[in-house]
């Protein structure tokens, strides 16, 4: 499986989207895309991830390339997805959205698929989003959870606003407060620091924190 990953990381280093495209279609036919997403795409993200933090070795082009790269897999899963558990009922309502002076979107992106083909209501607010703004937009739509994403320990740690945000409004415990991204892996205790209810270690495994945060809220 190292060989897989190692093989997959290469196109993202040489920006070749049809080669990995190519090379993720093939290996899912005898796997899945979802497989293929845990297995291979998200650890190659993470070490892409790692190296664009530590500045080594990789570009803006690069990063561009595996960014789609990235979009174009988690598609064909979301289609998968929606063809395969078609929600009659909206499962919960959540705000998404990359904290301020953050613009590392693929992982809130890939956030927002799975929890909209899990039948969540997501509404996504982009990147460089303040904590006020978070908590304005949770409010206006009714939403149990905030999920804030970052790359970055820097910008990380301004996630702990949204925390000071809800807590200033009487909002902890009925707003839930979800965080995510590289950083998040590398260092757990970064949760507990910046004030959140909980983390994911990928995509996937967001519903499930998304859906126990909201059983939370409901008690």
């Given at each position: 499986m190292e060989n897989v990953k190692e093989e997959f990381y290469q196109f993202f280093i040489e920006a070749n989207k049809s080669?990995?495209?190519?090379?993720?279609?093939?290996?899912?036919?005898?796997?899945?895309?979802?497989?293929?997403?845990?297995?291979i795409v998200e650890p190659t993200l993470e070490k892409f991830g790692e190296k664009w933090a530590n500045e080594d070795d990789v570009n803006l082009a690069q990063g561009y390339i595996a960014a789609k790269i990235s979009e174009a897999i988690l598609l064909k899963i979301a289609e998968e997805r929606k063809e395969s558990n078609i929600q009659h009922n909206i499962t919960g309502i959540a705000?998404?959205?990359?904290?301020?002076?953050?613009?590392?979107?693929?992982?809130?992106?890939?956030?927002?698929n799975f929890l909209s083909s899990a039948g969540w209501e997501v509404y996504d607010l982009g990147n460089d989003i303040l904590a006020e703004e978070f908590v304005d937009k949770a409010l206006e739509v009714n939403a149990s959870v905030i999920g804030a994403s970052a790359m970055m320990y820097t910008n990380a740690t301004n996630m702990v606003k949204i925390r000071?945000?809800?807590?200033?409004?009487?909002l902890s415990g009925k707003i839930m407060f979800a965080v995510g991204g590289t950083i998040f892996n590398?260092?757990?205790?970064?949760v507990d620091e910046v004030g959140a209810d909980g983390t994911a270690p990928n995509a996937i495994e967001a519903v499930e924190l998304f859906n126990k945060l909201q059983q939370k809220v409901r008690g």
């Amino acid at each position: 499986m190292e060989n897989v990953k190692e093989e997959f990381y290469q196109f993202f280093i040489e920006a070749n989207k049809s080669g990995a495209l190519e090379y993720i279609d093939n290996w899912a036919k005898e796997h899945s895309y979802e497989e293929a997403l845990t297995s291979i795409v998200e650890p190659t993200l993470e070490k892409f991830g790692e190296k664009w933090a530590n500045e080594d070795d990789v570009n803006l082009a690069q990063g561009y390339i595996a960014a789609k790269i990235s979009e174009a897999i988690l598609l064909k899963i979301a289609e998968e997805r929606k063809e395969s558990n078609i929600q009659h009922n909206i499962t919960g309502i959540a705000v998404l959205g990359n904290i301020e002076d953050d613009y590392h979107a693929l992982g809130r992106k890939m956030v927002n698929n799975f929890l909209s083909s899990a039948g969540w209501e997501v509404y996504d607010l982009g990147n460089d989003i303040l904590a006020e703004e978070f908590v304005d937009k949770a409010l206006e739509v009714n939403a149990s959870v905030i999920g804030a994403s970052a790359m970055m320990y820097t910008n990380a740690t301004n996630m702990v606003k949204i925390r000071n945000e809800l807590d200033n409004r009487g909002l902890s415990g009925k707003i839930m407060f979800a965080v995510g991204g590289t950083i998040f892996n590398l260092r757990p205790g970064l949760v507990d620091e910046v004030g959140a209810d909980g983390t994911a270690p990928n995509a996937i495994e967001a519903v499930e924190l998304f859906n126990k945060l909201q059983q939370k809220v409901r008690g």
